[in-house]
């Protein structure tokens, strides 16, 4: 494994399947052209509607996701995070699943989001996720890639779950995904701090795909894709509006934080 670059990618992403694939295709392109070997799309890049439009189209939503996913990575030889698409379980439920498709074309993981968002917010806004969506019931899965490292996978709402990161951080994970549709009015007070921790207490670098702006009725986003290294060092953000942060992922960098600080070696509870 030597350096190379990652791309977290930014998106406002609405209630219309071929404008988002055309957005994800332009900034996938976009990081390309500027070095990046591996690429994340946030959760819900491809269709960011009502709950009604997203059953009624999931079984289209997730052939083409996937489809685009395929072919991005194999037109442009890299490997490839989609961070969230409905993938239909039955006529009322979907999983909220994350796919990461290395450069020939071929799926190599798939995580279906565990942690379900319901809540229901001071700003007046209530998100019931579980409405719509089936929660997974598999820890996500790691990859091991020779060029990139060992790579782990998780969806938005996990970030508020350290056990999950945990559990990737002890099949020697390098790397975290943090694809992401964070609200408005919680991202502002806890996404960077909670991407941060997962990242310092794991040292581990985090690659965070993130939604941002509005996208539809009251539904607001943070933005604030992101990349952070093992000691928590922000090394690239996209502020709050459709980009890429693109950002080095070195394992010199990594194997030092973690001579420095080794405090997965000092653990006392597994």
Not at 85 to 111: M, Q
Request: charged residues 20%; negative net charge.
């Amino acid at each position: 494994m030597k350096p190379y670059l990652a791309a977290a990618i930014q998106m406002t992403s609405v209630p219309d399947l071929e404008k988002n694939l055309i957005q994800a295709e332009e900034f996938i392109e976009l990081a390309v052209r500027r070095g990046a070997e591996l690429i994340g799309l946030p959760e819900n890049f491809s269709f960011m509607g009502t709950e009604e439009e997203k059953l009624q189209l999931a079984e289209t939503i997730a052939h083409k996701s996937e489809k685009f996913l395929k072919t991005m990575a194999q037109r442009f030889q890299v490997t490839l995070l989609g961070g969230g698409f409905p993938v239909p379980v039955s006529d009322r439920k979907v999983y909220n699943t994350a796919l990461l498709i290395d450069p020939t074309g071929t799926e190599v993981a798939r995580y279906e989001k565990v942690h379900l968002f319901d809540v229901n917010l001071p700003d007046g806004n209530t998100y019931w996720e579980s409405n719509t969506v089936q929660s997974g019931t598999q820890l996500p899965p790691t990859y091991a890639s020779e060029a990139l490292g060992t790579l782990g996978i998780s969806v938005c709402y996990d970030v508020r779950f350290p056990e999950l990161y945990r559990h990737l951080s002890l099949k020697n994970t390098d790397v975290f995904f943090i694809p992401a549709a964070f609200t408005a009015y919680t991202g502002k007070d806890h996404w960077q701090v909670l991407v941060q921790a997962r990242a310092i207490e794991n040292t581990c670098y985090a690659i965070a795909p993130a939604q941002t702006g509005r996208h539809y009725a009251m539904r607001q986003t943070h933005g604030h894709a992101m990349i952070v290294d093992p000691w928590g060092v922000i090394l690239a953000d996209a502020g709050d509006r459709p980009g890429v942060a693109i950002a080095e992922i070195d394992p010199f960098r990594l194997e030092q934080v973690r001579r420095q600080m080794p405090c997965l070696q000092h653990r006392v509870f597994n």
